[in-house]
């Protein structure tokens, strides 16, 4: 009777674990990353007789969870890969909203300062009008700093949320190297896994993998070696390495992540840690939000360069030359932290229409000066015969992508420095005129004409190189032996060239007239050719109140190939921004919806696998309490079998 109580007793044994198993399947059915535990029964070793071997009931070998690591695998993956592209798309879809507005973007607010510049024209001793521009003007350098305001705004965002994730990687590696030591503890304590430690880890990993691409290598003794990024270890065994933010060395409002191991600390480049909310992060400011930010600031910089250079052709209400109409900032040098010199290099636009929406990097071994172009890593300048101080390029060259640096003595080897002409110059650009009369809208170039009383057959020219006159000139022709010209005002001396040879005359004396001769006077150059007669007068103006012509061809910048290389124009680059980041966006917002899907589909396939099925949980019950009962009954009957034996003894 004993065989079969104790039977029975394993039997009961074995149908309350189950019983017990399943209540806690059932209790964590909504537990985030759970795994279904299932009770694995062997039987009991049999016991030798001499008819064969008796069995001696069950046991419980083991409880195992249903877990797949290959499903297991595919989530993290897919994890990281949804987290970033998610990431990436809604940081860029905030930008298409911002530029694309039709109220808010930048074209219209070019378009309204170019159609003030056109007004202008028509009407150019229109005080109101001239106001007008201005008014427009200081539009568009509001619109242009607002606009750079916002991404900075963005890339402060970035910055924040970056932190965050890199202190949730943190975290997270602490308490997985922490279980990977109570998991490895229990484990040699008696041979059984501990699932809720384990389902509690890769939990762990699955919320890490939302932060930054992971890789699980699982060790012995149930441990996980935990990779992050391109291969770069953070949990092993045990041992927990880490990641930091600190600013860039060249760029304070650039957060860097940094890895930490050993006590030493590495800036990771945005292809050393793909994947996750910092793989997205990354790679948005890289391939984005720089980028747009330096178009924006190429805009800004060629179209208020441009402006400003013809502007200096015109002449204003006061009758003199124009100004420029923009405050245009200089490329922002960065040094590196890490440098041991003490040059402080500077850089000029030397041709803003060949300017590139670049940042550019310029190096120093020691030897050789190396300047490269960062948005395709081609090297500009490498030349080790550059002295020092030196202006880079040097001769014939005049410029890189329309820029020269100047190198001046102190730089040490392996200092290094970034450029970036345009990031700052829609936050920096300004109006450097706020008088309307200044506004240059006449030509600087003059009319000249010969009296309509002249007799003889005498005309004058001037060549298209301009002048410093600012009212009128006179010219009187004196018949004689020889003839004479005579100038009014005559307050500056003259010089006339014949054939290469030079004749200075004093202000005020007769002038001996040649015909072809070219005449200077003051900075301004003219000839007069063919025979003039006694009395005839031919006269030099500046443009008066009423000259447009140079507002004229102000308003038709807005037409011309400006930028790269003067093959585009102000709102044609532009719209080139807004539709490259909308179709960035529409690709992104796709690939972020596929990389979500996939997602779902390999949670769903894991969740079947390991997930709890609470019907497959009551049939379980009823399972096992069938058992249990039968259990029961098999101990009454040897109860019962026991009394009778007793009562025969009787």
């Known amino acids: 009777m004993a065989d079969i109580l104790s039977i029975g007793k394993s039997a009961l044994a074995a149908a309350q674990v189950g019983l017990s198993t ?21 039987a009991a070793q049999a016991q030798s007789s001499g008819s064969g071997y008796i069995g001696q009931g069950t046991e419980v070998a083991s409880i195992t969870r249903a877990f797949n690591e290959i499903l297991s695998k595919q ?28 109220s808010a973007g930048l074209n219209p607010a070019i378009s ?17 009008t001239r106001q007008s521009m201005l008014s427009y003007a200081q539009s568009l350098v509001n619109r ?15 910055n924040t949320q970056l932190t965050g994730s890199v202190n949730l990687v943190n975290t997270y590696a602490k308490q997985i190297a922490s279980l990977n030591n109570s998991i490895e503890t229990a484990i040699s304590s008696d041979g059984n896994p501990p699932n809720d430690l384990m389902d509690q880890r890769d939990q762990l990993v699955t919320e890490l993998s939302k932060q930054v691409k992971t890789t699980v290598v699982p060790q012995g003794q149930g441990s996980y070696n935990i990779y992050v990024g391109n291969g770069l270890p953070l949990v092993i065994g045990k041992s927990v390495m880490s990641l930091t933010t600190a600013s860039s060395p060249t760029d304070p409002t650039r957060l860097e992540v940094s890895y930490q191991s050993s006590g030493k600390s590495t800036v990771l480049g945005t292809s050393s840690l793909p994947g996750g909310v910092i793989g997205g992060l990354l790679q948005f400011r890289a391939e984005s939000l720089d980028s747009v930010q330096n178009q924006i600031g ?19 209400l006061n009758g003199n030359l124009g100004g420029n109409l923009f405050n245009i900032p200089t490329p922002t040098v960065s040094a590196s932290g890490n440098n041991q ?57 005049t410029s890189l992508d329309g820029l020269s640096f100047s190198v001046p003595a102190g730089m040490a080897a392996n200092d290094e420095y970034v450029i970036r002409p345009t990031r700052n110059v ?61 100038m009014a005002p005559s307050t500056q001396p003259v010089t006339v060239t014949v054939s290469g040879v030079s004749t200075v005359y004093p202000a005020g004396s007769p002038i001996t007239y040649t015909s072809g001769a070219t005449i200077s006077v003051g900075g301004l150059s003219f000839a007069i050719t063919g025979t003039p007669a006694n009395g005839d007068k031919f006269t030099l103006s500046a443009s008066g109140p009423g000259d447009n012509r140079n507002g004229l061809l102000l308003a038709d910048l807005q037409k011309q190939g400006t930028i790269n290389n003067s093959t585009t124009t102000y709102s044609s680059a532009f719209a080139e921004l807004v539709n490259g980041v909308g179709n960035k966006t529409r ?6 919806t596929s990389e979500a899907k996939v997602l779902e589909q390999a949670t769903a396939a894991m969740q079947s696998e390991s997930g709890v099925n609470l019907d497959e949980e009551a049939t379980n019950l009823l399972r096992y309490q069938q058992a249990y009962q039968a259990a029961g009954k098999m101990m009454q009957i040897a109860s019962q079998l026991f009394d009778t034996l007793l009562q025969l003894g009787k």
């Open 22 to 42: 399943t209540g806690h399947n059932i209790a964590n059915a909504s537990t985030p990353g759970y795994s279904r535990q299932v009770v694995i029964q062997a």
């Open 75 to 102: 989530v993290v993956n897919s994890q990281a890969a949804s987290s970033s592209s998610q990431v990436y798309a809604s940081q860029l879809s905030n930008i298409n909203n911002m530029l694309s507005d039709a």
């Open 112 to 128: 309204d300062f170019f159609n003030s510049v056109s007004d202008l024209a028509a009407n150019p001793s229109d005080i109101p």
């Open 144 to 158: 242009l700093q607002s606009t750079n305001s916002s991404l900075n705004e963005v890339r402060s965002d970035v």
């Open 298 to 316: 190429q805009v800004a910089l060629v179209l208020g360069d441009t402006f400003n250079k013809q502007h200096q052709q015109g002449i204003d």
């Open 341 to 397: 010199g003490s040059a402080i290099v500077t850089s000029q636009i030397i041709d803003a229409r060949a300017i590139t929406a670049s940042d550019y990097r310029l190096q120093f071994d020691g030897t050789n000066y190396k300047i490269s172009r960062l948005s395709d890593n081609v090297v500009l300048y490498n030349d080790p015969a550059a002295p020092t101080p030196a202006s880079l390029p040097t001769p014939p060259a």
């Open 426 to 486: 829609a936050t920096s650009i300004s109006l450097a005129i706020t008088d309307a009369k200044k506004l240059a809208i006449g030509s600087a170039m003059l009319s000249s004409v010969a009296n309509s009383t002249n007799t003889g057959t005498a005309s004058i020219s001037i060549p298209p190189t301009g002048s410093n006159l600012t009212g009128t000139l006179g010219v009187t022709y004196a018949s004689g032996m020889p003839g004479t010209l005579s």
């Open 587 to 592: 690709e992104l917002n796709i690939t972020s």
